[in-house]
């Protein structure tokens, strides 16, 4: 049976989205409800697999990594072992923030944090062009992050219940 959440289930959902390490007391006050059922509430929020995990965000420039690259990355054929053995290996390097299986003109999107065009090279040169089965790179830099946000928006949470 599917757990229906309701306007507080909501409202811890936000709050926890915008700081994770909030008190229960704090955030008990910030839902209006006392802190034993807030903290129900919130581990009840994680059993159901609502809340993936807690992290700290750090600021890409102040530990050295200013340079986002945006990659697209089109391999020779779109079978099942090919598509899994590219996903694997970009699995374990650190520097692939993201990468996701695109529709349309490339097969992959990746972000990929550096240092500087140096560091890029190298992953490049090192890394991505010696896995076989890729047919065309593209590369794009970031010039300016315009907006970035980790706080999925909630207002369709209540609405598509019952």
């Known amino acids: 049976m599917a ?11 936000e709050i ?3 700081d994770a390490t ?7 006050e910030k839902v209006c409800l006392s802190p034993s059922p807030c903290s129900r509430r919130v581990k009840n929020l994680n059993e159901q697999g609502f809340i993936k ?4 965000l750090l600021e890409p420039e102040k530990v050295g990594l200013p340079v986002s690259v945006f990659i697209q990355v089109t391999l020779n054929h779109q079978v099942k072992k ?20 695109m ?15 140096q560091a890029y090279q190298e992953f490049l040169d090192k890394k ?9 790179i593209k590369s794009s830099f970031s010039l300016k992050q315009v907006r970035y946000r980790t706080e999925l928006p909630l207002d369709q949470l209540l609405d598509n219940q019952g």
């Not at 598509?83 to 692939?96: A, H, R, Y």
């Not at 529709?103 to 065009?117: A, E, H, S």
């Open 82 to 101: 090919e598509l899994q053995d590219f996903e694997s290996v970009i699995g374990q390097w650190p520097e692939v923030m993201e990468c996701y299986l």
């Open 128 to 136: 991505l062009t010696e896995l076989p089965g890729i047919d065309h």
């Open 22 to 28: 909030i008190p229960n007391i704090e955030l008990a």
């Open 103 to 117: 529709t349309g003109d490339f097969d992959y999107l990746l972000r990929v944090v550096v240092p500087n065009l």
């Open 16 to 18: 926890l989205q915008q």
């Open 3 to 13: 757990y229906l959440l309701d306007a507080i289930d909501k409202k811890i959902l």
């Open 53 to 56: 995990r807690a992290v700290t």
